[in-house]
């Protein structure tokens, strides 16, 4: 079974950092490309950074360049995002998922929440 | 950029009723495009992929078609289960991005 789960979120104050967490299970997580996408309340969903398979090129957003580091550990199978300078906009639900090689996500984790408030 | 947009951003129906969700991208995607289900405290679901290419395991209710700007997501038979909101996906541009999203209430 598939499995993708989230952790690392919670309550920061403007200006601090986080650092979530995905663990992932099931399949191969070496050579799959991984991205993280948010949803912020009552908006859309956005994709925020994406990290290749074998040659760990990574991307990001415009709205996180510069704030935000997709990395990850192929000998544990785990994703990480580290979030710096967060802003009030940075808070949403973040979830982990796997991109395949069209671009579209198979597979999702349930998301850990990150709320950035004094 | 690709824009995405959705209609409509809500719609109530009943249990047994079809349901027909559209996204329209601001350019030709040709068929790439994705529908994902989201519920509230669980994991995203692709339910439609390359625009009408159901994913394995989603129930038959569901399917996908379109080409070029224009895609449409249809439930039949619409079931309790089915309540979420609906989001697209452009994948025709790195990175793809997704629509504002239908809630779909029951």
């Known amino acids: 079974d598939v499995q993708l789960s989230e952790s690392g979120g919670g309550l920061v104050q403007p200006g601090g950092s986080l650092r979530l967490s995905c663990a992932t299970s099931g399949f191969t997580f070496k050579t799959s490309a991984m991205s993280w996408v948010r949803r912020a309340p009552g908006k859309g969903l956005e994709w925020v950074s994406a990290?290749?398979?074998?040659?760990?090129?990574?991307y990001y957003a415009e709205s996180v360049k510069g704030r935000f580091t997709i990395f990850r550990d192929n000998s544990q199978n785990v994703l990480y995002l580290q979030m710096s300078n967060l802003r009030a906009d940075d808070s949403a639900m973040y979830y982990c998922?796997?991109?395949?090689?069209?671009?579209?996500?198979?597979?999702w984790g349930q998301g850990t929440l990150v709320t950035v408030s004094s | 950029d690709i824009q995405m947009t959705q209609s409509p951003s809500t719609l109530s129906a009943s249990v047994g009723d079809r349901v027909t969700i559209t996204c329209r991208a601001s350019q030709s995607i040709s068929n790439w495009l994705a529908w994902y289900q989201l519920k509230p405290g669980k994991a995203p679901k692709i339910l439609i992929y390359k625009a009408s290419f159901l994913e394995t395991g989603v129930p038959s209710r569901f399917s996908g078609s379109g080409s070029g700007t224009e895609f449409t997501l249809t439930i039949d038979n619409l079931q309790p289960d089915d309540l979420g909101t609906y989001f697209c996906q452009q994948f025709y541009k790195y990175p793809g991005n997704f629509g504002p999203g239908t809630t779909v209430e029951i």
């Open positions: 998922a796997r991109e395949r090689n069209y671009g579209d996500f198979d597979y």
């Open positions: 990290t290749s398979g074998a040659s760990s090129r990574t």
